[in-house]
């Protein structure tokens, strides 16, 4: 067995093991009424619409220098990469946990502003995982169709002449 099929064996081993409940202990914590709601919708619209726009510059800039790619191999990578959610799940999984530890770690001679600012901790915990969620929801769809239907026009394979 060569070394990238190992690579690749391990790598599916851990997609199966690890991510599946991941995401679904993650999905759990979504409440969808909220995520849909008028009052949050609209900012987590715009907060995706802002994070994708700086990830692709981000994206952009980091494999365009010194390091060989055209601006086509360039663009292709800034819109695969577009679509990585597993960030964005732990970020938001792991603010609503630490927040909702913290709540339950409070002892019954807490003053009220603890248990108000635990309170509001859970509250903000949930709108990062909101955000996250919806954030993968939009992303990772429009980033298969971009890899499927763009990936084509912009990768050329060079075949390398034999000596």
Request: with cysteine; net charge neutral.
């Amino acid at each position: 067995m060569q070394r990238a099929d190992l690579v690749l064996d391990l790598r599916d081993f851990r997609d199966h093991l690890w991510a599946r409940p991941f995401f679904s202990i993650s999905g759990t914590l979504v409440d969808l009424t909220t995520l849909f709601s008028v009052d949050f919708f609209p900012k987590g619209i715009l907060i995706f619409c802002v994070g994708s726009f700086v990830r692709l510059i981000a994206t952009g800039l980091t494999v365009s220098f010194g390091l060989g790619f055209d601006w086509k191999e360039v663009v292709f990578m800034g819109l695969a990469w577009f679509g990585k959610g597993a960030v964005q799940a732990a970020t938001g999984s792991v603010a609503l946990d630490n927040a909702i530890s913290r709540q339950e770690s409070l002892s019954s001679n807490a003053t009220a502003f603890e248990i108000e600012n635990a309170a509001r901790d859970v509250a903000a915990g949930r709108v990062v995982l909101n955000t996250a969620v919806l954030y993968i929801m939009f992303s990772a769809p429009m980033c298969a169709v971009f890899v499927t239907k763009l990936g084509p026009l912009l990768l050329t394979k060079t075949i390398p002449a034999a000596k």
